[in-house]
Nanobody, 120 residues
């Protein structure tokens, strides 16, 4: 699976962004996809994941209510809608497959990352 993430950018606090990640190649995603982020000087952390079959979702507790993950199976694409962005959301955001568990070790495939910068 090759993953191509897009949608990052620079925004002011309180604004929204939507990230997209499209999968191509083989094998097909079977279990799920997730988003992780890594801020400068910090470890990579789980953001959200979605089950590829039933669409059930998981979120990092600190992000519930502001971030929404979704998927479009027909387009092999997973989205991350980020609302009410804060400066502490500034990070490189990675999409990953093929799991829906909330830890990086369970994911075999990773995109290249898309940078989100939130200014105050």
């Amino acid at each position: 699976v090759q993953l191509q993430a897009s949608g990052g950018g620079s925004v002011q606090a309180g604004k929204s962004l939507r990230l997209s990640c499209t999968a191509s190649g083989r094998p097909d995603i079977r279990y799920g996809a997730g988003w992780f982020r890594q801020a400068p000087g910090k470890e990579r952390e789980f953001v959200a994941s979605v089950d590829w079959k039933d669409g059930s979702t998981r979120y990092a507790d600190s992000l519930k209510g502001r971030f929404t993950i979704s998927r479009d199976n027909a387009k092999n694409t997973v989205y991350l809608q980020m609302n009410s962005l804060k400066p502490e959301d500034t990070a490189l955001y990675f999409c990953a497959a093929d799991s829906q568990l909330p830890a990086a070790v369970f994911y075999d495939y990773w995109g290249q990352g898309t940078l989100v910068t939130v200014s105050s």
